[in-house]
């Protein structure tokens, strides 16, 4: 595979983003962003072919910067982990591609909706296959941008606009980090290359000290925040559940494939780094924190899809913990690929769910979907199995790995995991009984939705039940994982928390009046735990009296600004009256002139002209001049 075909993977949907950005038609933009991926997909497996049987590429692109000896050439790369993550990307985003055509068929917006996802695609493949830090944080704003543009998209709706700009504001923070660990990771090594045969930022040891910190702790720590900005890490968690408030595909596309595995990636393709730098078991301790906030603050929610944004969390936090407790990123790679397939299985369910009830999302006016819509119920089970890794489900295998990996490195951590785990299965159950039992609770009787929507959700429950089994021990391998046994506690636990948390769920919600108050959703659960509450307090206090006082400077420095011109002017009017008008005017120019000109006039009157007048004074001079004379000798 050549650079030019490889580069084809991201640039085939950003063109189908500049090709759709003018169109009205929402069919026809539909078409190009569709086809697009589609053949982005076909080459994304094409290089995983490549890279399952070959050795790692490095695809010299063009150089982006090159004075003196400082050169910065932008590279793609080709190998396990890359290829893996653009085919999963490709694959699951074209069936939300697939599915946004019945889900948004009827708003006015739909071609520009399909422009925002085609330029999302486009900014994670360029992420995913990127060899340059600098390649990387460029795609990475992109897809920050696309999501700001999704995630606000019917900002017709303020709690939609609200969301956009929640995510963009937060998710800047965690950027902030990953641009100042560019930088340091630049003045340190003389590159942003990660491999360059030997001399690459992941190939050497940055060794020095910056601020008495070694480099590579510092610079993981700074591209941490980065991560854990886009994969939603506890505190930076916040933007994430709200990003639901998108169209149901942005949140199946967010959720699971794309932006939130942004974060989790980063770490794994700079994990020589964290490795290098000790910040290994931060990652693992920040990832298992947030599983459990998530998960508990997940059995408060009655919104479906909030839940599951919660869940996204909870199980982002248990990737970060197979990242963290490991020897390779494997482990936490592993349970990314299929919490992608089943997560977005989730969240296309619950928008054919959501289409089929009217638009409803309150589970609490949910019930008997299970009879109204058999297609959607079938499918959304099988997620919802994977999500609580039922026994020989994807979400088992993988859940597991992350167990095991855990159980030998940290052992209060593995017990936290195993309770977070627990969690998980007992708020998906309670949601289930909520939405597919009982009968119907709604104002509008559910309808299956079309099969434009259903088959993609048949597809991906396939891949949900049997991609664990059938393709985790080579995912495992190929990226480098070092298969540990599994001790009797972990697998006695893993079954226990699935099978135990679905037990206790049922036992609590079974033949339950459901519209009686839920006797898990306390107050705090509810409120989020308060940490927006928290946020406003001090963060949002902090920055209004920021803002009162940047006002206040901006005011004190207008009404300078207004001083300095009256001033000016005083002193322009003082100048101009009295020194220019007087001193200069009349006392200095004018006023020379006009006595020069009296004086010409009076000596001017002493010359009549007639000659007996002269006469008369040369004789009155004469008798004037004798008569002193005379005084002067007597």
């Given at each position: 595979m050549s650079a030019s075909t490889l580069a084809l993977i991201p640039c085939l949907p950003l063109l189908a983003a500049l090709c759709t950005a003018g169109m009205r038609n929402g069919r026809r933009a539909a078409a190009v962003a569709i086809g697009a991926l589609a053949m982005s997909a076909l080459l994304a497996l094409w290089a995983l072919s490549q890279a399952w049987t070959g050795d790692a590429q490095v695809f010299p692109l063009a150089d982006w910067l090159s004075v003196g000896g400082t050169r910065i050439t932008f590279s793609l790369r080709l190998d396990a982990l890359s290829a893996l993550m653009a085919s999963m990307v490709t694959f699951v985003g074209l069936l939300i591609f697939i599915f946004s055509t019945g889900y948004m068929a009827h708003d006015p917006r739909c071609a520009r909706f399909f422009c925002y996802l085609s330029l999302f695609a486009a900014g994670m493949l360029g992420l995913v296959l990127s060899n340059n830090l600098l390649l990387l944080f460029m795609s990475w704003e992109i897809v920050g941008l696309a999501s700001y543009l999704l995630i606000g998209f019917w900002?017709?709706?303020?709690?939609?606009?609200?969301?956009?700009?929640?995510?963009?504001?937060?998710?800047?923070?965690?950027?902030?980090?990953?641009?100042?660990?560019?930088?340091?990771?630049?003045?340190?090594t003389g590159t942003l290359e990660l491999y360059a045969g030997g001399a690459g930022l992941l190939e050497k040891d940055p060794g020095t000290l910056v601020w008495g910190v070694g480099a590579a702790k510092l610079v993981s720590l700074l591209l941490f925040v980065g991560a854990a900005g886009k994969s939603g890490q506890v505190p930076l968690h916040v933007w994430l559940p709200d990003a639901m408030e998108g169209p149901t595909p942005v949140s199946a596309l967010i959720h699971a494939a794309t932006m939130v595995a942004a974060g989790v990636f980063l770490v794994a393709r700079t994990f020589p780094l964290f490795e290098a730098g000790g910040t290994l078991p931060l990652v693992a301790w920040t990832g298992g924190v947030t599983a459990l906030i998530a998960a508990l603050i997940a059995?408060?929610?009655?919104?479906?899809?909030?839940?599951?944004?919660?869940?996204?969390?909870?199980?982002?936090?248990?990737?970060?913990?197979?990242?963290?407790?490991?020897?390779?990123?494997?482990?936490?790679?592993?349970?990314?690929?299929?919490?992608?397939?089943?997560?977005?299985?989730?969240?296309?369910?619950?928008?054919?769910?959501?289409?089929?009830?009217?638009?409803?999302?309150?589970?609490?006016?949910?019930?008997?979907?299970?009879?109204?819509?058999?297609?959607?119920?079938?499918?959304?089970?099988?997620?919802?199995l994977a999500l609580v890794a039922f026994p020989y489900t994807s979400g088992y295998f993988s859940k597991d790995a992350v167990l095991v990996a855990v159980y030998g490195a940290d052992r209060p951590l593995f017990y936290l995991c195993a309770f977070s785990s627990l969690l998980t299965a007992l708020y998906v159950t309670r949601q289930c009984v909520y939405v597919f039992a009982g009968a119907h609770r709604g104002a509008h009787a559910p309808h299956e939705s079309p099969a434009v929507m259903t088959v993609p959700l048949v597809i991906l429950a396939v891949f949900a039940l049997g991609m664990g089994g059938l393709f985790g021990?080579?995912?495992?391998?190929?990226?480098?994982?070092?298969?540990?046994?599994?001790?009797?506690?972990?697998?006695?636990?893993?079954?226990?928390?699935?099978?135990?948390?679905?037990?206790?769920?049922?036992?609590?919600?079974?033949?339950?009046?459901?519209?009686?108050?839920?006797?898990?959703?306390?107050?705090?659960?509810?409120?989020?735990?308060?940490?927006?509450?928290?946020?406003?307090?001090?963060?949002?206090?902090?920055?209004?009296?920021?803002?009162?006082?940047?006002?206040?400077?901006?005011?004190?420095?207008?009404?300078?600004?207004?001083?300095?011109?009256?001033?000016?002017?005083?002193?322009?009017?003082?100048?101009?009256?009295?020194?220019?008008?007087?001193?200069?005017?009349?006392?200095?120019?004018?006023?020379?002139?006009?006595?020069?000109?009296?004086?010409?006039?009076?000596?001017?009157?002493?010359?009549?002209?007639?000659?007996?007048?002269?006469?008369?004074?040369?004789?009155?001079?004469?008798?004037?001049?004798?008569?002193?004379?005379?005084?002067?000798?007597?």
């Amino acid at each position: 595979m050549s650079a030019s075909t490889l580069a084809l993977i991201p640039c085939l949907p950003l063109l189908a983003a500049l090709c759709t950005a003018g169109m009205r038609n929402g069919r026809r933009a539909a078409a190009v962003a569709i086809g697009a991926l589609a053949m982005s997909a076909l080459l994304a497996l094409w290089a995983l072919s490549q890279a399952w049987t070959g050795d790692a590429q490095v695809f010299p692109l063009a150089d982006w910067l090159s004075v003196g000896g400082t050169r910065i050439t932008f590279s793609l790369r080709l190998d396990a982990l890359s290829a893996l993550m653009a085919s999963m990307v490709t694959f699951v985003g074209l069936l939300i591609f697939i599915f946004s055509t019945g889900y948004m068929a009827h708003d006015p917006r739909c071609a520009r909706f399909f422009c925002y996802l085609s330029l999302f695609a486009a900014g994670m493949l360029g992420l995913v296959l990127s060899n340059n830090l600098l390649l990387l944080f460029m795609s990475w704003e992109i897809v920050g941008l696309a999501s700001y543009l999704l995630i606000g998209f019917w900002f017709h709706k303020p709690s939609a606009a609200a969301a956009g700009k929640k995510a963009f504001i937060v998710t800047r923070l965690g950027d902030l980090g990953l641009l100042l660990g560019l930088l340091v990771a630049f003045t340190q090594t003389g590159t942003l290359e990660l491999y360059a045969g030997g001399a690459g930022l992941l190939e050497k040891d940055p060794g020095t000290l910056v601020w008495g910190v070694g480099a590579a702790k510092l610079v993981s720590l700074l591209l941490f925040v980065g991560a854990a900005g886009k994969s939603g890490q506890v505190p930076l968690h916040v933007w994430l559940p709200d990003a639901m408030e998108g169209p149901t595909p942005v949140s199946a596309l967010i959720h699971a494939a794309t932006m939130v595995a942004a974060g989790v990636f980063l770490v794994a393709r700079t994990f020589p780094l964290f490795e290098a730098g000790g910040t290994l078991p931060l990652v693992a301790w920040t990832g298992g924190v947030t599983a459990l906030i998530a998960a508990l603050i997940a059995l408060g929610q009655f919104d479906i899809k909030r839940i599951l944004a919660y869940s996204t969390v909870s199980q982002l936090g248990l990737m970060m913990v197979g990242l963290g407790a490991a020897t390779t990123g494997a482990i936490g790679m592993y349970h990314l690929f299929t919490h992608a397939y089943f997560k977005a299985l989730l969240f296309l369910g619950a928008g054919s769910i959501s289409h089929g009830c009217h638009h409803e999302q309150d589970i609490r006016k949910m019930g008997g979907i299970a009879r109204a819509m058999p297609v959607t119920t079938a499918a959304y089970l099988c997620g919802a199995l994977a999500l609580v890794a039922f026994p020989y489900t994807s979400g088992y295998f993988s859940k597991d790995a992350v167990l095991v990996a855990v159980y030998g490195a940290d052992r209060p951590l593995f017990y936290l995991c195993a309770f977070s785990s627990l969690l998980t299965a007992l708020y998906v159950t309670r949601q289930c009984v909520y939405v597919f039992a009982g009968a119907h609770r709604g104002a509008h009787a559910p309808h299956e939705s079309p099969a434009v929507m259903t088959v993609p959700l048949v597809i991906l429950a396939v891949f949900a039940l049997g991609m664990g089994g059938l393709f985790g021990g080579a995912l495992q391998a190929k990226l480098g994982a070092i298969h540990a046994a599994h001790p009797f506690p972990v697998i006695a636990t893993s079954w226990a928390v699935a099978l135990g948390g679905m037990l206790l769920g049922w036992v609590i919600y079974s033949g339950r009046d459901l519209r009686a108050p839920d006797p898990l959703a306390l107050v705090p659960l509810q409120r989020k735990l308060w940490f927006d509450e928290l946020y406003a307090a001090t963060a949002g206090r902090l920055w209004s009296g920021l803002t009162a006082l940047a006002v206040l400077l901006q005011e004190m420095v207008a009404a300078l600004a207004e001083l300095v011109q009256e001033l000016a002017q005083a002193t322009g009017q003082f100048f101009s009256r009295s020194v220019d008008g007087r001193l200069i005017d009349q006392l200095a120019v004018d006023g020379l002139a006009r006595r020069f000109h009296e004086g010409g006039r009076a000596a001017v009157r002493f010359q009549s002209g007639f000659l007996p007048g002269y006469l008369r004074w040369v004789v009155l001079g004469t008798l004037l001049g004798g008569l002193f004379v005379h005084w002067l000798l007597t």
